[in-house]
């Protein structure tokens, strides 16, 4: 069943960070009006929907698109899919730098989950997400995140650790602590799309990378815990849930990127993929730029037999199999995510990738330390 619809409102970003993944980010096209009505109605026809539904707005600067145009988008999914469902959650992940009032209203008014994207404090944020004249952001962003505490909306943080960040742990935890943020998401810098390089990838940093870890989390702990870390909770989460389960929709991480439908992410043109949000807008030759379907051509489950949906899905599940077989994480893990796997490894069908080794097993063997401690002290 549909956990999260990620819509691509415009592939156009107006900031250069310089580790993006995105190949077309001057591109200032923008998603149709009626392309989210015809997404909406391709959900009502389908069998996906169930009580709780998450629509992200995701990929470019989502507010780029528009107040006015915003206004609209919600219109016509409060019209289709809210009746249809429980509970109806919206998220923008946005750079912060175009919230103003208007935004903050409109915000307020839907309901809508704020996650910023901030590498941190001024000279580790700046280092990599500039302008386009090649200025830092970092200033911009914080007049978005202080009118978002003046209106009393709550925010989430995501920042992308690369090589810059990490002998900032307590910096950068500091940061977020003091600035408000209810929730910091460590996104390492990956090894994907037009991104072929990681800072994090091609040197000896693994020790680095697990201290970084080490270090937050155990900031966490001696702090009075208002601020949670996703990556701790994902990993605690996956380690204390019931022992056996290893079916990966009960998984707790990457769950929804691994079976089919649990992700539906549409472009500004009404192409739509499943699995890993990244991969629609990447080019691949072997996987039809990885489209399985245009909402205005095919409903979202008919397209189960289109060729290339079910090369991509036979290909991400004996991925998964093979993780099974070879990798002791599998069982707190649930198989990795594909997108990782097909950029780092060049091939679905594998297993470890860095950015599991750093993002998913890093974590969980801190977790398992940090708990193993407290559980001694008891």
Known sequence: MLDLLVIQPTPFCNIDCSYCYLPDRNNSAKISLSTIEKTAQRLIESDLLKDELTIVFHAGEPLVAGIKFYDKVFEIFNQYIKPKVKQLNYAIQTNGILIDDYWCELINRENIRIGISIDGPEHIHDYYRKTRSGKGTFEKVMQGVHLLKKHQINYHGIAVVTEQSLNYAKDIFDFYYQNGFYLLGLNIEE???????????????????????????????????????????????????????????????????????????????????????????QVSQEYNDFIIGNVFDIGFEMSKNTIVFQKLSNDIQAGVEKCKKECKYYHLCGGGAPSNKFYENKSFISTETKYCKYHIQYPLEISLSLLEKRLAIN
């Open 191 to 281: 090894q994907e799309g037009i991104n072929s390089n990681s800072s994090l990838y091609n040197k000896n940093l693994e020790s680095q990378i697990f201290q970084f870890f080490s270090e937050i989390f155990n900031l966490y702990f001696e702090s009075d815990k208002h601020m949670s870390i996703r990556e701790l909770n994902c990993s605690m989460g996956a380690i204390l849930r019931e022992p056996g389960v290893l079916d990966i929709k009960e998984s707790k991480i990457n769950s929804h990127q691994l079976y089919p439908y649990g992700i539906i992410t549409v472009d500004y043109k009404g192409n739509f993929s499943t699995f890993s949000p990244e991969l629609l807008g």
